[in-house]
């Protein structure tokens, strides 16, 4: 008859398996969490302020209003982020900076929870690991000074047992734990940048800058876009070049047949 799982782990990490239970409990448990904090949070998409950017004009009473309206049944954090920028409209920009600031600092310090303690059980694993190394060669050698007769493969197999199965356990934990946390980080890190960035076009927008929800862009946001604008000064110049050169060709080549 099979012995119960845990019977099994204590067998083969010994006094680490509650441990190393622990951190593997709670390294899914706050991995588990951000993902879905990360899924959520990407399946809600800002098609507002995709709309909003093919608009060329400032922001008018009327805008706002609807905006607020629109912004008050949002649950992204750039929506919630928005609707309390509207709503300090009648502060100056300075201070609605500053409220901009402490509202994206908290949001970082929402998106980036747990992910310290994911890095602390990273670390802690592998000790734990390599304790439970020591503890297995001391059980070992143990076992081995009280035979007198030659060495066996059994006497050794217990000792190097426990010493390989919790460096492996610790391993195994600790690899996903720095992995995700790394990765969460960098996701949280980048989210509040493009939420910064866009609370930032939003704040110059209400300030009457037309073109304010068109920095940075990197799609095409609108007729006068400055984007598009670029893209077609730049199109004017090499077709203005293409020109000039097709016309000096030909002049040469008229010279030489003159000749």
């Known amino acids: 008859m099979s ?4 019977l099994q782990l204590s067998e083969q990490l010994g006094y680490l398996t509650w441990p190393l239970f622990i951190c593997a409990f709670l390294a899914l448990l706050i991995i588990l969490e951000r993902l879905a904090l990360l899924g959520n949070e990407l399946l809600k998409r800002d098609v507002w302020l995709t709309e909003l950017r093919q608009q060329t004009r400032s922001a008018t009473p009327e805008q706002r209003q609807q905006l607020i309206t629109l912004l008050s049944k949002g ?8 609707a309390l920028l509207l709503s300090q409209y009648d502060q100056p920009r300075s201070m609605r900076e500053e409220i901009l600031n402490l509202w994206l600092l908290k949001q970082k310090e929402k998106l980036q929870s747990g992910l310290k303690v994911l890095q602390i059980i990273g670390v802690i694993t592998p000790l734990l690991g390599l304790l439970g190394t020591v503890l297995g060669l001391i059980e070992m050698f143990s076992q081995l000074g009280l035979s007198d007769g030659p060495v066996t493969p059994s006497q050794l197999a217990k000792g190097l047992g426990l010493a390989m199965n919790t460096t492996a356990a610790g391993l195994i934990i600790a690899v996903p734990a720095i992995t995700m946390a790394h990765l969460l980080s960098l996701w949280a890190e980048k989210r509040c940048n493009r939420i910064a960035h866009a609370l930032n076009q939003m704040n110059l927008w209400l300030d009457g800058f037309d073109q304010a929800l068109n920095i940075g862009c990197d799609t095409p946001c609108g007729a006068n876009a400055p984007c598009l604008k670029g893209n077609a000064l730049n199109q004017n110049a090499v077709n203005i070049t293409t020109e000039a050169t097709a016309s000096i060709a030909a002049t040469a080549t008229l010279a030489e047949s003159n000749r």
């Open 3 to 6: 012995q119960p799982l845990y």
């Open 75 to 82: 649950r992204s954090m750039l929506a919630k982020g928005t």
